[in-house]
């Protein structure tokens, strides 16, 4: 049976360039030497690859319609405190990504807030007091 | 700065109970007792989370409009032969997905085919002989 995984995230993107310029050089993410030509991969330190691909070539290759917009799927990052949650969102608006939703205390007892990168893509930083990060992995009871 | 990680994918769903039928039941995953209320949790072997929350609840938390359809993200599992490929693309369509791609050879040299999950999230299922798996993680070059 299929494993419990996933091994690439593919962010659909208008602007390659741009969107390469805001997470290598902006966030500072290592850009992997099999980026080439219309595709940018990033080894991401959670165990996963992140794609950068052209929306209207990965919406053929999907053989989905796209009419833009909102695809019911975020991504987020847990961090370890409210200040990282702002230090963060600060550094993505640095990057050339803009707030979606402010830092603000949450429903379920944490503190979080939203930026969109290039292509609205929205990411949630977000501090979980209950949950226990190690080393930067969030790990949930079984 | 904001480390390359993402920690937990959220993918919307129209009926968490479907959903969780789908993952858990048809596809084995193991729902983590974190899971409570409206949001299921699943811990994934690649060392992330994902969640299923209901998708008017997830646009709402992330201040965004939703019009339905494709958001731009597809999810990809790399695995180790064409066979599990088409393996794994019967697997999930048995445990109540669609195919939207019958496996066919890609243009970048590899073997692949979509399903969606029961809410439409689209799934790739590849074999890229030029990627090397390391127990399941796909690792590329830096």
Redesign the interface.
């Known amino acids: ?13 208008s602007d390659l360039e741009r969107a390469v310029k805001f997470y290598r050089d902006g ?4 850009l ?3 980026s080439a030509g219309d595709i940018a ?10 794609a950068l691909y052209p ?1 209207p070539l ?2 053929r ?7 833009g ?10 961090v370890e405190s409210e200040e990282e949650v702002e230090t ?1 969102l600060s ?2 608006v640095r990057a050339g990504g803009r707030i ?2 402010p830092p603000s205390r949450t429903e379920w007892g944490g503190y979080s807030g ?1 930026f969109a990168d290039p ?1 609205g ?2 990411w ?2 977000a501090y979980a007091p209950f ?1 226990t ?1 190690e080393n ?7």
Not at 137 to 142: A, R
Request: charged fraction near 15%; aromatic fraction near 10%.
């Open positions: 049976m299929m494993e419990p995984r996933i091994t690439i995230i593919t962010l659909g993107v966030l500072g993410w290592p992997s030497q099999a991969f990033f080894n991401l330190v959670s165990g996963i690859v992140m929306r990965l919406a290759d999907a053989c989905l319609e796209d009419n917009g909102f695809g019911g799927i975020t991504l987020a990052q847990n963060f550094d993505a979606i939703k939203y292509d893509h929205p949630e930083i949950f990060l930067g992995v969030l790990v949930l009871p079984e």
